[in-house]
């Protein structure tokens, strides 16, 4: 396989693990927004970073078991579709 059909794969699958990582941010933190009566993009720096109240949210959510989003999943499409351009370039 050569590079740049290997950096357009990898730039689909970040994409793909990108929207994955955007729907489960919402899956989350939109039935927060709503018990808390604010708009959801009150927790857009959540999608990217686990500072402040995000952490306290994940904190909380894995004390009751259960499963809370990690911005990881997006830092992680971010550096597959950033290796995918790279390669794509060369």
Avoid: E
């Avoid at 050569?2 to 929207?19: E, N, P, S, Y």
């Avoid at 927790?43 to 078991?65: H, K």
């Avoid at 999943?73 to 550096?79: N, P």
């Amino acid at each position: 396989m050569d590079t740049k059909t290997l950096g357009t794969r990898l730039i689909v699958l970040g994409l793909l693990v990108l929207i994955a990582a955007l729907g489960w941010w919402a899956w989350f933190y939109a039935p927060l927004a709503h018990r808390l009566d604010v708009s959801l993009s009150h927790a857009s720096s959540c999608f990217y970073s686990n500072d402040g109240i995000c952490a306290v949210a994940t904190g909380v959510t894995q004390l009751s078991g259960k499963t809370a989003y990690s911005p990881v999943a997006a830092w992680i499409g971010v550096v597959l579709t950033a290796i995918g351009v790279v390669l794509r370039i060369k």
